[in-house]
Structure formats: structure tokens, C-alpha cells
């Protein structure tokens, strides 16, 4: 699955726990109960694992969401891939920073008009007819 997601301004680490908690929200909705993440944040995963501390509140509000959320799945893991090798996550990366919101022709987009710390769960989902 592939999507694209535009975003409020957010730091680096923000917008990884921002994707992933959409992604996982996703995923479930669509009903899957095992799920495999591949992420390039080694900080991210090793937090989620709890390898790593979270010191920073807002941090550890993001882990608490995932861990709530993996929790939802019969089976999950996730692990850390390098950044040149998630070469179709920066592709996307490209997309949703240049995707113009307004009559985008982006094959899914979906746009966080506030965190989801802030607001759970308020999306816009644009998506193109194929």
C-alpha cells in the first residue's frame, strides 16, 4: 500500500510517528490483523521497541499511540531499513511536499489538518479515479 501524507509543520521525528500512526490506523481498517512496518528511523523503532528512551512528553505520547495501536494486531513487527533503501518512501516524500491539495492527480493522498496528538484521527483523504 502506498500513500502520501501531508502534513501540518512538524519536526523530523514528528512526521515519522505522524505516518506511522496513520499507516497503522489504515491497516487496520482494512481489516489486517498482522502487519510488517519498514521504517528508516532507527529512533522510531528502537523507541517503539523500547530500546531507546523517549524523554520529551510529546515523544511519549506519539510511542504510547503506536504501542496502542500495534497492540490492535494479532502479529506485528517493525523494522529499521537504511534510507537508501527505502528508495519508493522518498519518492513519496517528493510527492506529498509538491502535491498542490486542490484537483491533486497524486494516486492517494492524505492530508493531516492537525497532528493526530492534537485532534484524533481528522484526515482529508483525496484520492484519484483510476
Known amino acids: ?6 502534513t501540518v509543520p512538524l519536526t523530523t521525528n514528528e512526521v515519522e510517528y505522524e505516518a506511522l500512526i496513520v ?13 510488517e512496518v519498514k ?12 530500546i531507546f528512551d523517549t524523554n ?3 515523544m511519549q505520547q506519539y510511542v504510547s499511540k503506536v504501542q496502542a495501536l500495534l497492540a490492535r494486531f494479532r502479529e506485528w513487527s517493525i523494522i529499521h531499513i537504511l534510507r537508501e533503501e527505502n528508495v519508493e518512501a522518498d519518492a513519496l516524500a517528493k510527492l506529498g511536499s509538491s502535491t498542490k491539495m486542490k484537483g491533486s492527480d497524486s494516486e492517494t493522498v492524505v492530508q493531516l489538518l492537525h ?3 492534537d485532534v484524533d484521527g481528522y484526515c482529508k483523504v483525496l484520492t484519484k479515479d483510476r
Do not use: T
Request: one cysteine or more.
Open 1 to 6: 500500500m502506498r500513500q502520501v501524507i501531508k
Open 23 to 35: 499507516e497503522l490506523k489504515l491497516a487496520r481498517g482494512l481489516g489486517s490483523k498482522v502487519i
Open 39 to 50: 521504517c528508516d528511523s532507527q529512533l522510531v523503532v528502537n523507541q517503539v521497541y523500547g
Open 56 to 58: 520529551e512528553e510529546r
Open 115 to 117: 497532528s493526530v496528538l
